[in-house]
């Protein structure tokens, strides 16, 4: 009973995590960013302390474990995250039937103790990056995030908008050279994400629009023949 327990607070403690964006990977925790078509993961932590201080859970009642099923419950239920609808709604066939069982008691045990929910998730994943990247300065992971992001984002087509090549097409004088094409794309994503994402920018502005703000970005702020030398 005890492992079938201690599976059932890792599921629930997983569970949480990904509700930040975060999953457990080889004994590690990674942050996962999704926006667009780009997605990758980062990791942020080894450690399993910090990881239950962060969901405001004690790491003393996790390494003592639990002898009933209702502990496990009010483990969970203690968390100032805990969010009543989400458990509630918590797809369990990825459990074995044995772990299905005991989880399937926890609508029940909420109703029964009358649980209510202490946290509302938000829909926004930027909130999520904060908090985490706040939790685990170590990990740096907005420097991380954002860096991975401009790399990956001017390896896809972006809907054919604006890229590497085309950027190449716009100005003959780099004369081929991709790199510095890139080095113009990723200063001009960070001008844009001053203001908003740039997966939002690509999709408000047709292809003409996104050539000619590119370009008098360029002939306005940038030194070509500086970038060539």
Avoid at 184 to 211: C, H, M, R, W
Wanted: glycine share 4%; aromatic share 14%; net charge negative.
């Amino acid at each position: 009973m005890q492992k079938t327990l201690a599976t059932l607070t890792d599921f629930y403690v997983e569970a949480l995590l990904n509700c930040f964006n975060l999953v457990k990977k080889n004994n590690s925790i990674h942050y996962v960013f999704r926006e667009g078509k780009v997605s990758f993961g980062t990791k942020v932590t080894d450690s399993v302390r910090d990881t239950l201080n962060f969901l405001n859970l004690t790491m003393d009642d996790y390494t003592k474990g639990f002898q009933h099923t209702e502990e496990v419950f009010d483990f969970i239920i203690g968390s100032k995250y805990f969010n009543r609808h989400f458990f509630n709604e918590l797809e369990l066939t990825s459990l074995d039937e044995e772990v299905q069982n005991e989880a399937k008691k926890f609508h029940e045990y909420m109703h029964q103790i009358g649980a209510k929910s202490r946290y509302k998730f938000s829909l926004h994943d930027e909130v999520y990056l904060r908090a985490v990247d706040h939790a685990f300065p170590d990990a740096r992971l907005k420097q991380e995030v954002f860096g991975r992001f401009k790399a990956e984002l001017i390896m896809i087509p972006q809907s054919e908008k604006i890229n590497p090549n085309l950027i190449l097409s716009w100005f003959p004088q780099l004369e081929g050279n991709a790199e510095k094409a890139g080095q113009l794309l990723l200063e001009y994503i960070d001008v844009v994400q001053i203001n908003e994402s740039f997966i939002n920018y690509l999709a408000k502005y047709t292809p003409g629009e996104i050539e000619k703000e590119f370009c008098y970005y360029v002939d306005a702020h940038m030194d070509l023949d500086k970038l060539l030398q």
